[in-house]
């Protein structure tokens, strides 16, 4: 028989090897390096605009042409394009589409054939168009307006 006390058979079943937590606090720092990057990467390099400043310009967007009825029972029909900035979002306008194409028949429906032939009238229509486009934009960082300017690429009244 072996000369082995109860004691050396207790205390090698007791300390059984431990496993280092080393890699586990390497793996958890290199994610929170990573995360932290990340952020710090966005809040660097994007560009910040505050409200009211200006924004570069970026893509000009082609509405689909729009025939409405005037208050006056008169038609006009246009073509409107909108002049997005450079921190738009150019997928989120397309897909707001047809909001667009509603708020112009709804600001061009409200006018009477006389109101839009008066000097002014179309840059008044055109004013309203932007702040309701603007409107359906929103902003970009909560400050940039994404839509900068409408313009009219033809407009027939009838």
């Known amino acids: 028989m072996s000369n082995v006390t109860a004691e050396q058979i207790a205390a090698g079943a007791e ?4 496993k280092s937590k080393k890699k586990l606090f390497i793996i958890i720092g290199v994610v929170v390096l990573l995360i932290g990057g990340y952020e710090a990467k966005s809040i660097l390099l994007a560009p910040h605009y505050k ?8 893509k000009i967007v082609p509405l689909d042409q729009i025939t409405v009825n005037t208050t006056d029972n008169h038609y006009v029909q246009l073509n409107v394009s909108l002049q997005l900035t450079a921190v738009a979002n150019a997928s989120t306008i397309s897909a707001d589409l047809p ?3 509603d708020a112009a028949i709804s600001v061009i429906g409200a006018e009477t054939s006389t109101q839009l032939l008066a000097p002014g ?3 008044a229509a055109k004013a309203a168009m932007l702040e309701d486009f603007q409107k359906i934009a ?3 960082d909560g400050a940039a307006q994404q839509i900068s ?4 690429t033809n407009i027939i009244i009838q």
């Open 138 to 140: 929103g902003t970009v």
């Open 121 to 123: 009238g179309k840059d």
């Open 15 to 18: 300390a059984p090897p431990k």
């Open 99 to 101: 909001r667009f194409d």
């Open 149 to 152: 300017a409408v313009y009219y």
């Open 51 to 58: 409200a009211g400043q200006k924004v570069p310009d970026g």
